[in-house]
């Protein structure tokens, strides 16, 4: 049997933050209702093999934690009427802290949820309100003891840096706070201006961090958390031993993934598709008995290859040169002779023992590097 991943999207928020490009639309109890049970028919009408098994399931957003016991059960039901769930499988939830009750902790825990990925940012108040965020510093507090307490201590924590005004020294107190509480994850992210959201709208009057300040930032978050013992496997990803996001990783290696919900991507049987990403029109599409799909496509050996290249360097190990010739009958030593000699020469890419990785200082400029692969 093979791995399988599934992606539940739930659009919904409270509120926009001011950088988020996400698909979210305001929560209304009345479009909750008529989401889920599209999203019902959805994962009901879905048609696949009975090779998989289910390694991991993520509900993503929006908020997912928005959302009440009697909302989510029917998805989880399907899901695990319809699929072979693994015993092992990493059941994650994204939560943003203000929406974190000790009841929904209780629920999730019913429900089977062993991963929460928390929406921190940052510990600082200010921050969080330049962000757009719902909630303050001491809401991660209480949501994660109510996490900890009813559902696991599983916890992931998402970080942002780069954010207007921030100074290096604000940076590393947040992440300090975070250490210090010891979640199992931390991701990092540099805040990126993306086109219609609210920063990118006033752009000009952000005072951002510069770039070589927000390297200095990416690398000394990378210090800090390997000196408190969380081990870096992915660009933006740091774990506790064992405690990687196994979801993540499957998408990173190739793995098969299915999404449900609006937004929602896949990759299944050498096909990828992505799902309206207007929650109207991917209800009508259900109502209507029609596959609410955006796009449909097969994929190409050579897509599917430089896809796995582009993926697979951004985990910290790399890629197994003589294992991935052996999977794909692919040299990637021969048919990228030029750009590796180019960013082997400027010690950006390393060759160790069959793997090809990214150097440590190459991490902050992944981005043109990983381009040369497509
Ligand atoms: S809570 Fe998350 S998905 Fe919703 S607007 Fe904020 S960043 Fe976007």
């Known amino acids: 049997m093979k791995e399988l991943g599934i992606y539940i999207h739930i659009p919904f928020c409270i509120r926009k933050c001011n950088y988020c490009n996400f698909y979210s639309v305001q929560y209304k109890t009345e479009l909750v209702e008529r989401y889920i049970s599209s999203i019902s028919k959805e994962i009901s009408s879905f048609t696949g093999s009975s090779d998989y ?23 989880f039901a399907l899901i695990s009427e319809k699929f072979y769930i693994n015993e092992n499988c990493e059941l994650t939830i994204e939560a943003n802290p203000k929406t974190v009750s000790a009841q929904k902790t209780k629920d999730w825990h019913i429900l089977g949820i062993n991963r929460v990925s928390l929406g921190v940012q940052s510990f600082n108040n200010d921050e969080l309100f330049v962000l757009g965020r719902l909630h303050k510093a001491k809401h991660v507090y209480s949501a994660y003891e109510s996490i900890i307490k009813n559902t696991t201590d599983n916890i992931s924590f998402d970080l942002i840096y780069g954010i207007p005004e921030q100074t290096t020294d604000k940076w590393v107190n947040s992440l300090k706070k975070a250490i210090e509480l010891k979640p199992k994850h931390i991701s990092t992210y540099c805040l990126s201006i993306e086109k219609g959201t ?141 750009v590796l000699r180019k960013y082997q020469k400027e010690n950006l890419l390393i060759i160790e023992d069959n793997f090809l990785r990214l150097a440590r200082k190459a991490y902050f400029v992944s981005d043109e590097i990983l381009s040369e692969f497509v």
């Open 53 to 75: 098994y289910v390694s991991s399931m993520y509900l993503g957003g929006g908020t997912p934690s928005l959302l009440e016991l009697a909302q989510l059960y029917p998805i």
């Open 198 to 338: 609210p920063f990118y709208d006033k752009r000009n009057e952000l005072h951002l961090p510069s770039a070589s300040q927000q390297r200095k930032m990416y690398y000394l978050g990378l210090s800090l958390l390997e000196s408190s013992s969380y081990q870096q496997y992915e660009l933006s990803n740091f774990s506790k031993p064992g405690f990687s996001a196994k979801h993540n990783v499957a998408c990173w290696e190739g793995k098969e993934y299915i999404g449900f919900g609006a937004s929602a991507h896949s990759f299944y049987q050498n096909k990828r598709w992505a799902n309206f990403s207007d929650i109207h029109q991917y209800i009508l599409y259900i109502q209507n008995q029609k596959k609410p799909r955006e796009f449909e496509n097969k994929i190409a050996q050579r897509e599917y290859i430089t896809d796995r290249i582009f993926l697979g360097l951004r985990l910290i190990k790399g890629i197994n040169m003589a294992e991935f010739k052996k999977q794909y009958n692919f040299n990637i030593q021969e048919e990228y002779k030029d």
